[in-house]
C-alpha cells in the first residue's frame, strides 16, 4: 500500500524538484523573511503538480461522457505507454493503468458495441478541454480575488485546454496521433461516422487487456477481410515473435519494411520487432543496427529492453550500463523487465563488480515468472553468459 501510494505521489509531483525543494524549507525555520526569496521556486512546483491533476481531470471527464453516451469503455491511463506502469487494476469492466510520469493520458473505448454516433462522439472528444475550460474560469475568478493561488489554477488548466482545443497532431515519448479538437474536425469532415468493426474492437479490446492467445485468431479473421491492412500484419508479425514462431519471418520484415514509407507511424514499433526477431534468430549484426535506429527514435524503456538485449549478445557491456544506469532500478521496482535485472547484472560482473552483478541477477532469478515464449528464449540464452 505504501509503495503505491509513493509511486503515485511522485507520478504526480516531480521527484527531483520535490527533494530538492526540502532543503529550503529550512529557510522558513531560520528566518521566514529568507524564505519569501524562494517562494516561485514552490509556486513552479505547485504549478507543476496542477497541470498532471488537470491531466487526470480531463481524462476522468472524457470517461465520464463516455459513461452517459454509452460507450463501452475498455481502459484508462494517466501517463504514456511506453513508460513505466506503476499501479494496474481491473475496475468493473475496464482496466486503470498510471505511469511512472502522468504528462499525458488516454481512454479507451468501444465505439461500434453498442454503436456511438458522430453527435456522442463529439461530446466525448470535446469533454476533456471543455473540464479544462470550466477550471480555467474558476481560477481566473480566484485570481482575482485572492492572486497567486487563482493564477497557480488558472494557467495549468489553460495550458491543458490550449494543447487539447487547438487542432494538431501530437507526437510524445514515441506516441503520436490527433489531438481532441483535430479528431472533431475528422469526424465532421465524413460524410458517414467512422465505423469500426466488430473484430477490430474485439482485437483492440484483447491488445489492451494483454489475451494474447485470443488475439492471433481474431486478428487472422481480420487479415482474411483486409489483406492490406498494415496494422493487422504488423500485430501478426509481432505475435510470430512473442510465440517465438519465426519460421517466415524473412518475407514478413520484407512486407512491412516496402510498406513503411506509408505507414510511417509504426516505423519505430516496427524496427524494435525486427530487431527482437533477428535476435532471436542469433542475427545480431542487424538486431543492432535496428535496434540502434529505433533508439534515435525513442527513450523508452520498452525499447531500450530491446537495445540491450542486442547489446548484451554481441557484448558490450558499458553502453549496456550507460543505457540502463538510469532506468533499470525504477523497472526492477516494479517487476516490469525482469530481462533489463538480468542483463544489468552480467554486465556489472563482466565489468568487475561481481557484488553488484550477482544482486541483479538473483532478483531476476526470483521474480522470472510466466513470460512470453521469445522472452523465456532469450532469458535462457543470457543465463549462460553469466560467470
Given amino acids: 500500500m505504501f509503495r503505491n501510494f509513493y509511486n503515485i505521489f511522485f507520478a504526480i509531483v516531480p ?18 523573511d529568507y524564505f519569501q526569496i524562494i517562494k516561485i521556486f514552490y509556486y513552479f512546483i505547485f504549478g507543476f503538480v496542477i497541470f498532471r491533476i488537470s491531466i487526470i481531470g480531463h481524462e476522468i471527464a472524457h470517461l465520464l461522457a463516455a459513461k452517459l453516451c454509452g460507450a463501452k469503455i475498455l481502459g484508462i491511463e494517466f501517463g504514456n505507454i511506453n513508460d513505466i506502469i506503476i499501479y494496474e487494476k481491473s475496475i468493473s469492466d475496464y482496466k486503470l493503468k ?25 461530446i466525448i472528444f470535446s469533454s476533456g478541454f471543455i473540464f479544462n475550460g470550466i477550471i480555467t474560469y474558476i481560477g481566473f475568478i480566484i485570481f482575482i480575488k485572492h492572486g497567486i493561488l487563482g493564477y497557480i489554477i488558472m494557467f495549468p488548466n489553460l495550458l491543458s485546454f490550449l494543447i487539447t482545443f487547438i487542432p494538431f497532431k501530437y507526437s510524445y515519448n514515441g506516441i503520436s496521433g490527433d489531438n481532441d479538437m483535430l479528431s472533431i474536425i475528422n469526424l465532421l469532415l465524413k460524410k458517414e461516422s467512422i465505423k469500426i468493426s466488430e473484430l477490430e474492437e474485439q482485437r483492440n479490446y484483447l491488445i489492451y487487456n494483454e489475451k494474447y492467445d485470443d488475439l492471433k485468431e481474431t486478428n487472422q479473421k481480420i487479415l482474411e477481410q483486409k489483406t492490406d491492412d498494415y496494422y493487422s500484419h504488423f500485430i501478426d508479425f509481432f505475435l510470430d515473435i512473442r510465440n517465438n514462431d519465426t519460421k517466415n519471418y524473412q518475407n514478413k520484415i520484407d512486407y512491412l519494411l516496402n510498406n513503411l514509407e506509408q505507414n510511417i507511424q509504426y516505423k519505430q514499433y516496427v524496427n524494435n520487432n525486427i530487431s527482437f526477431c533477428y535476435i532471436l534468430n542469433e ?3 542487424l538486431a543492432e543496427f535496428y535496434s540502434k535506429d529505433v533508439n534515435k527514435l525513442t527513450k523508452s524503456i520498452n525499447f531500450i ?29 516494479q517487476k516490469t523487465n525482469i530481462l533489463n535485472s538480468l542483463i544489468y ?7 568487475g563488480d561481481k557484488k553488484k552483478g550477482t544482486h541483479y541477477i538473483k532478483f531476476s532469478i526470483k521474480y522470472k515468472g510466466n513470460m512470453s515464449p521469445s ?5 535462457q540464452k543470457l543465463l549462460q553468459k553469466i560467470d
Fill in 305 to 333: 529492453s530491446t537495445r540491450v538485449i542486442a547489446l548484451a549478445f554481441t557484448e558490450q557491456w558499458m553502453e549496456v550500463c550507460d543505457l540502463l544506469n538510469d532506468k533499470v532500478s525504477k523497472t526492477i521496482i
Fill in 345 to 351: 547484472g552480467i554486465a556489472h560482473q563482466k565489468l
Fill in 98 to 122: 498510471i505511469y511512472n510520469q502522468i504528462n499525458s493520458g488516454s481512454v479507451h473505448l468501444s465505439l461500434e458495441y453498442p454503436y456511438v454516433n458522430k453527435l456522442k462522439r463529439i
Fill in 283 to 285: 542475427n545480431f549484426e
Fill in 375 to 379: 522472452d523465456e528464449f532469450i532469458y
Fill in 15 to 32: 521527484k527531483k524538484l520535490f527533494f530538492i525543494s526540502l532543503p529550503f524549507l529550512l529557510l522558513y525555520f531560520i528566518n521566514p
